[in-house]
């Protein structure tokens, strides 16, 4: 950890204490605002302060727990808040158990209730500067981690990335191709000027140069990271049973199994239901505006899926109604402008898509057209998360590998669909892998960060392009 990140952590603890401890304050005199329940109850302040006072260090405690005091430059503000919470509610339910039923202890649970929303807010707000803080000394060059990239025969997408946002804390000091004096050339760079991390993205280099990677880095005290290839990518969901007298060791598809698929539906049952219902005046506004717009039908419709599962896919129309997926002219133009493919791999990602109509363009950027898909996700034909939908057309062209990442339901928002709010033009093979992480490390709080990503990204900072 570099020393400005350790700086912040150390500056956090008593940050976390004083926003606490501001909002259990706050919760109190507010108590006495409300007036529609009588105060009942005889505490002075400084009583009240005695009891927070031996609260807030038990609070801080599982805050460490949590890992909210070992945290990176890099960390993601929206995965940040979610550990707030938890950990303040965790605390929250512990104070409960011990007071809330005995009125000896502590005679108020509205000034309870009040401290736990309070106490979330003001530490994510006293988080929030500091991480807007240590952001912009990145930006400036201070606390990023100095990388050395390991490529193949072309520069890879990571380098890119990395130089592009000074968010993500590093700083590339150098793009190696591996071959007999790299070893000794990273050990005369580290010996120059400290080098603190190296990743290897070459999915090409053999295994004992590899090896012989690893070795240095130990040696030299250098963190090692590498990007894996899609075959090693759903490696990693193992378990081990017994069958019979015998001990076996299962690749499990995903956690999205028994009682997490159960946990799933429920999940999408109840947000898109009330999805349905909090969105029904922008349906209406969207059918209207199209109907104006162009002549034509509001919906376009479009057998969609995987190879596994298909079915009736339905969104706003965005294209004019005589150049639309499935008519003879639409098709023709689609064929030429798949000559101008603007990502490799078998899906088409087309710009300035001259069939796209005003309200199209619009719809497309704010990813409104999409609302629809609420229905399919209350019908059980898509879920909120999961890898992107696809047309048949496209899906018949998948390599076998790929097509694993249909073992669930495509989602209408995912890992590949947020990253391409940041790369528009996201390669087909890193989608695919994150569609795979997905599948693999399914958890409930995986779900929750995706759709807090997306609703983040949707109102907050609008895509780079439209497709």
């Known amino acids: 950890m570099k020393k400005s990140e350790l700086l912040f952590n150390v500056i956090s603890v008593p940050v976390d204490f004083l926003s606490i401890l501001f909002a259990a304050s706050l919760a109190y005199f507010l108590r006495y605002r409300v007036e529609t329940i009588p105060v009942i109850f005889d505490l002075t302040y400084f009583e009240y302060f005695r009891l927070i006072a031996i609260a807030i260090p038990f609070l801080l405690g599982l805050f460490a727990l949590s890992g909210l005091y070992t945290q990176k430059s890099t960390r993601g503000f929206v995965r940040e808040m979610g550990k707030v919470s938890l950990a303040v509610s965790a605390g929250l339910m512990l104070v409960v158990l011990l007071f809330f039923f005995d009125q000896h202890l502590f005679p108020s649970r509205l000034i309870i209730l009040m401290a736990w929303g309070l106490s979330i807010v003001a530490v994510i707000v006293g988080r929030g500067l500091l991480l807007l803080l240590q952001r912009n000394l990145l930006a400036k060059g201070v606390g990023l981690h100095r990388l050395v990239v390991i490529i193949g025969e072309n520069s890879s997408p990571i380098v890119d990335e990395i130089e592009e946002d000074s968010r993500l804390g590093y700083e590339i000091v150098a793009s190696l191709r591996f071959g007999p004096y790299a070893l000794s050339q990273i050990e005369k760079m580290h010996r120059a000027a400290r080098i603190d991390e190296l990743m290897q993205a070459d999915f090409n280099l053999k295994n004992e140069d590899i090896l012989s ?228 490390n399914w958890s409930v709080r995986l779900d929750l960060y995706i759709i807090a990503k997306t609703l983040f990204l949707l109102f907050v900072r609008p895509p780079k392009a439209d497709y």
């Not at 639409?330 to 798949?338: A, H, K, L, P, W």
């Not at 390669?427 to 892998?433: G, L, Q, R």
Request: glycine share 8%; proline share 5%; hydrophobic share 40%.
């Open 213 to 440: 990677l690893v070795t240095l880095c130990e040696q030299l005290g250098i963190k090692f990271n590498y990007l894996p290839s899609i075959l090693e990518s759903h490696r990693t969901n193992i378990e081990t049973d017994v069958i019979g007298s015998l001990p076996v060791i299962r690749l499990r598809p995903t956690p999205l199994d028994g009682w997490g698929k159960v946990t799933k539906r429920i999940m999408d049952i109840l947000v898109a239901g009330a999805g349905l219902v909090l969105f029904a005046p922008i349906f209406l506004l969207i059918s209207l505006a199209i109907r104006f717009d162009t002549a034509g039908p509001i919906f376009f419709h479009q057998r969609r899926g995987s190879s596994f599962h298909s079915f009736e896919f339905y969104k706003f129309r965005s294209m004019h109604d005589e150049m639309s997926e499935g008519t003879e002219e639409g098709d023709r133009i689609r064929r030429q402008m798949e000559e101008r493919n603007s990502r490799r791999g078998p899906f088409v990602k087309i710009k300035d898509d001259p069939r796209v109509t005003r309200v199209g363009r619009f719809l497309r950027r704010t990813k409104l057209d999409e609302l629809p898909q609420f229905w399919h996700v209350l019908r059980g034909q898509m879920s909120l998360v999961g890898p992107r939908i696809h047309m048949i057309s496209e899906v018949e062209k998948f390599e076998d590998k790929y097509k694993r990442i249909y073992t669930i339901k495509p989602g209408a928002t995912g890992l590949a669909q947020i990253n391409q709010f940041y790369n528009p033009e996201l390669s087909f093979a890193d989608e695919v892998k994150l569609d795979l992480f997905y599948v693999e």
